[in-house]
């Protein structure tokens, strides 16, 4: 299986500030065929299921906020928030869907500081 | 707009069987586009996907479970359901029902999600 790990499991950030979430996966999650990185991101708030924010890296969906941001370097994948605002308090998960199983990373909880 | 609602009891007991219907709107679970999944969260573990269920491509498991969960679907019904048998407490978790878009085979990017039900695993 591929391992996905992500870091740090929890951060508290001003309201305003960079927010940033790392994930390593055990292995390259790159397609050569179409150059995709099968690399997704949610958000789950308290009570809530998981939310897809973005998906092949760094394409968000609808109607996600564009302080939301992806970004990849091998097997390293970062979650950007630029401006951290209240209702992005949140567990962040990573997940590759570039081999079965379908693994996700360990969660990482964000705060406000 | 689709709409995603399992259903099922809460407690189970030891070596006895769970199992879960998922109820989906706005959606025909007949199409070729989705395959319909089960995911759960441990408690403390993180996210764990169960498996797909496809109208023409069939299923696909999680290794780890395989051998002991099976899904079946009802069109008729809109209806997908999961069983998962010789339950020990291990298997105390939230379980979801989710819609994934397909992105190879038995690999899919999850996009609505039911609001999960907690299953506990206890005599």
């Known amino acids: 299986d591929i391992v996905m790990t992500q870091s740090p499991d929890s951060l508290a950030v001003s309201l305003g500030e960079r927010a940033t979430i790392n994930c390593k996966s055990s292995q390259s999650v790159l397609y050569s065929s179409n150059n995709k990185n099968y690399l997704a991101w949610y958000q789950q708030k308290p009570g809530q299921p998981p939310k897809l924010l973005i998906s092949?890296?760094?394409t968000r969906e609808s109607g996600v906020p564009d302080r939301f941001s992806g970004s990849e370097s091998g097997t390293d994948f970062t979650l950007t928030i630029s401006s951290l605002q209240a209702e992005d308090v949140a567990v962040y998960y990573c997940h590759q869907y570039y081999d079965t199983p379908q693994t996700f990373g360990q969660g990482t909880k964000v705060e406000i500081k | 707009q689709v709409h995603l609602q399992e259903s099922g009891p809460g407690l189970v007991k030891p070596s006895q069987t769970l199992s879960l219907t998922c109820t989906v709107s706005?959606?025909?679970?007949?199409?070729?586009?989705?395959?319909w999944s089960w995911i759960r969260q441990l408690p403390g573990k993180g996210l764990e996907w169960i498996g797909h269920i496809h109208n023409n491509a069939g299923t696909f498991y999680a290794p780890s479970l395989t051998s002991r969960v099976s899904t079946s679907m009802d069109t008729s019904k809109n209806q997908f359901s999961l069983n998962l048998n010789s339950v020990s407490a291990e298997d105390t978790a939230v379980y979801y029902c989710?819609?994934?878009?397909?992105?190879?085979?038995?690999?899919?990017?999850?996009?609505?999600w039911s609001q999960g039900t907690l299953v506990t695993v206890s005599s």
């Open positions: 706005g959606v025909s679970i007949s199409t070729n586009t989705f395959y």
């Open positions: 989710a819609r994934a878009r397909i992105t190879g085979t038995a690999r899919g990017l999850f996009d609505y």
């Open positions: 092949w890296a760094s």
